[in-house]
């Protein structure tokens, strides 16, 4: 899943560095509109504006864990 | 009056009132006086001398703003993420400047000519620009206003006017990345919200945080757009999830300064429809169907630029590169489109030749074009199709290591394509029209 989500987001924003530990804070609101908006497409999954926090948007790990919780919680 | 005035005059009336908050820091407008005092004192700037800063999204900005004009200075904002080249060759430009009225500012754009300058800012098109909208707007000492974008673009800078200027309170955010924390603000006491958002900011708030938005429905008076096209389904979506709310779609530009509103949440959702005039503006229509301004809220002209502002500022009127009409009828403005290759991308105008010197200058590269495209949340974005050089891989990423040394970071590109060659016209220049076609 990790491989398929980097491979993803790099695509919609080359911009961000996915390997950073500090992922939120290169973010700007259109790329954590889009980190949003893809994963809820590709997984079916819900993620609202509650889910962009820096905690949940820290690291691409992160990312995954948010998702695989969003998917166990379904 | 002026914006320090009034900060002055609300100091003694409402002096334990917020005036400014962000993220944790609040200053009240005794405080903020006081502070702007202290700063034009450090300052000790002469009348008429500009002074450049680079812009951070906080209380801080408004005190050094302030500072400056208190002390007779001009303001000289400068975007966050200008490179340091840049930043220098602005510095040497300012002061070199001549001609410069006191306590008013200079605002870098690239907006109506498509090449980046410095445009001037009268104190008196300041004042103007704040009665506009206070006028139209209907800014009162009972509201807070959110501002979540960049303090040195004038969609967002024009709005510390009417607010300190009505004595409400002004809360500054560094953008809507997060925003949970967006979200907290309307939970501060007070009985009235408002805010400017560009249209992609409208978009992307629609598309993941409808709920919260209805959630906080009640207690949004009103919503200000401009700076980009919004989309009727926007509109519509937005009049839905705030009945209550009145929401305008603005014309402005830092040449032009504000100059139409129209309520589409009162009068219906009509893509490019603008309304009319405000107290201190005029629009007509001129040949080709250019739209031109003229009223106190225009510029003075471009810094170091007699030639550019004769080309553009004619007869005290703004020739801009919009195209519209205005209705017969009722008067209102309707915009169609520009005249130039200017991208806008969320509200920011980006130049694609500047793009495309910067992006060649990187060794791999052997030719390229910026063009518009289509983004997911955004809607318009600047998209790089290149062409490396024979033997040469060129990643996106490589691509926007370079330009972020050369660039602002909003005139970067967001969608990279590799291609075999660019399309040129017969004088050899990139053939644009052609990519507009495919990617609209």
Request: aromatic share 6%; with cysteine; proline share 4%.
């Amino acid at each position: 899943m990790k491989e398929h989500i980097t491979e993803l987001l790099s695509k919609a924003l080359p911009m961000v560095d996915l390997d950073s530990q500090f992922l939120f804070s290169e973010l700007d609101s259109l790329g954590v509109t889009t980190i949003l908006m893809l994963l809820s497409e590709e997984y079916g999954i819900e993620l609202e504006a509650k889910d962009a926090t820096p905690k949940n948007l820290k690291t691409i790990d992160s990312i995954v864990r948010m998702v695989e919780e969003k998917l166990k919680g379904q | 009056m002026t914006l320090e005035g009034q900060i002055r005059h609300f100091a003694e009336l409402t002096p334990r009132k917020t005036a400014v908050a962000c993220c944790g820091r609040t200053l009240t407008y005794a405080e903020l006086w006081q502070e702007i005092q202290q700063e034009a004192a450090r300052l000790q700037l002469r009348e008429g001398e500009p002074h450049a800063f680079l812009t951070t999204q906080d209380t801080g900005f408004v005190v050094t703003y302030c500072g400056i004009h208190l002390c007779g200075g001009v303001a000289v904002p400068l975007e966050a993420s200008m490179p340091a080249e840049r930043q220098a060759q602005i510095r040497k430009e300012i002061q070199a400047a001549v001609g410069l009225q006191a306590s008013s500012d200079i605002l870098f754009t690239t907006g109506t000519t498509g090449t980046s300058k410095g445009v001037m800012v009268s104190q008196k098109a300041w004042t103007a620009n704040a009665e506009n909208l206070i006028d139209r707007l209907g800014f009162t000492s009972d509201l807070l206003f959110i501002t979540a974008g960049p303090l040195n673009h004038l969609g967002c800078l024009s709005k510390i006017y009417p607010t300190l200027m009505s004595g409400a309170t002004l809360y500054i955010m560094e953008n809507l990345k997060d925003l949970p924390a967006f979200f907290e603000v309307f939970r501060l006491p007070y009985a009235r919200f408002a805010t400017f958002l560009v249209p992609s900011s409208i978009r992307m708030l629609l598309q993941v945080a409808r709920k919260e938005l209805r959630a906080v429905a009640p207690k949004v008076d009103f919503i200000e757009t401009g700076a980009a096209a919004i989309s009727q389904h926007d509109m519509e979506l937005l009049c839905q999830t705030l009945p209550h709310s009145r929401l305008y779609n603005t014309y402005a530009s830092t040449e032009t300064g504000i100059i139409c509103s129209y309520e589409y949440s009162r009068y219906g959702c009509i893509p490019g429809l603008l309304g009319k005039p405000m107290k201190h503006s005029q629009v007509r229509i001129g040949e080709g169907g250019r739209v031109i301004c003229s009223g106190r809220t225009i510029m003075s002209g471009y810094v170091n630029a007699p030639e550019l502002t004769a080309m553009i500022l004619r007869g005290g009127e703004v020739y801009t590169s919009d195209i519209g009409s205005i209705d017969e009828k009722d008067g209102m403005l309707r915009l169609q489109g520009r005249q130039d290759d200017v991208i806008n991308v969320g509200g920011y105008k980006v130049n694609p030749s500047e793009v495309e010197d910067a992006a060649v200058s990187l060794d791999a590269i052997a030719d390229c074009i910026c063009v518009p495209a289509t983004h997911i949340v955004v809607g318009t974005v600047a998209k790089l199709l290149y062409v490396p050089k024979a033997g040469a891989t060129v990643k996106p990423r490589d691509i926007v290591s370079h330009l972020r040394g050369r660039l602002e970071e909003y005139k970067i590109p967001l969608l990279y394509e590799e291609v075999g060659d660019i399309r040129r016209t017969y004088n050899g220049k990139p053939d644009r029209k052609a990519y507009t076609k495919e990617t609209p």
